[in-house]
T-cell receptor
Framework: DAKTTQPNSMESNEEEPVHLPCNHS???????IHWYRQLPSQGPEYVIH???SNVNNRMASLAIAEDRKSSTLILHRATLRDAAVYYC?????????????FGKGITLSVRP | EAQVTQNPRYLITVTGKKLTVTCSQN?????MSWYRQDPGLGLRQIYY???????DKGDVPEGYKVSRKEKRNFPLILESPSPNQTSLYFC?????????????FGPGTRLTVL
């Protein structure tokens, strides 16, 4: 799987937007960009995914650079419950095993 | 409610005593998988199953067995646990194992092998 690079940690204030960056300079044309998050003492949870176009869902937005070498997960109004480790993951179209290859992720802290 | 359940949630055992961690999903998913999470190493896949009676090794299968006799269940078996298998274990499932599928994770099983 192609590699992603994320900062180790970020801080945000409650009710403010948060932009979580991810670099994936070696991304291939068939790689999907997935984001998962892991709340304290819980299993990972799907957030969003995309291929080329920006994506929105009820949890977040995903902005993908035109060259696809980077992407940004946007939480529009951070809440205390959003404090978690956020993982940016690339999934290749090749292969039947759709395992997720987790890196270290970004630890997001949210200040009241 | 759609969910993946694991039992037990916490387990302390001794070296060599066989144990089974159960995983069950109620979403009729074909694909199921086991991961372990260790500090500094992230989550790594142990085994996966594409459907009933179809299983295969992930990245770290040594010391583990799995079975898939029913679609909803995917137990993880440690025949002779060792201290290096002390870890946090997660079961996951998805609809067809496709790239765009969302994977649903269980709450985790924290295993300590003394």
């Amino acid at each position: 799987d192609a590699k992603t690079t994320q900062p180790n940690s970020m801080e945000s204030n409650e009710e403010e937007p948060v932009h979580l960056p991810c670099n994936h300079s070696t991304i291939s044309g068939t790689d999907y960009i997935h984001w998962y998050r892991q709340l304290p003492s819980q299993g990972p949870e799907y957030v969003i995914h995309g291929l080329t176009s920006n994506v929105n869902n009820r949890m977040a937005s995903l902005a993908i650079a035109e060259d696809r070498k980077s992407s940004t997960l946007i939480l529009h109004r951070a809440t205390l419950r959003d404090a978690a480790v956020y993982y940016c993951i690339l999934r290749d179209r090749g292969g039947a095993n759709s395992k997720l290859t987790f890196g270290k992720g970004i630890t997001l802290s949210v200040r009241p | 409610e759609a969910q993946v359940t694991q039992n037990p949630r916490y387990l302390i055992t001794v070296t060599g005593k066989k144990l089974t961690v159960t995983c069950s999903q109620n979403m009729n998913h074909e694909y199921m998988s086991w991961y372990r999470q260790d500090p500094g190493l992230g989550l790594r896949q142990i085994y996966y199953s594409m459907n009933v009676e179809v299983t295969d090794k992930g990245d770290v299968p040594e010391g583990y067995k799995v079975s898939r006799k029913e679609k909803r269940n995917f137990p993880l078996i440690l025949e002779s646990p060792s201290p290096n298998q002390t870890s946090l274990y997660f079961c996951a499932s998805s609809s067809q194992g496709l790239l765009t599928d969302t994977q649903y994770f269980g709450p985790g099983t924290r295993l300590t092998v003394l």
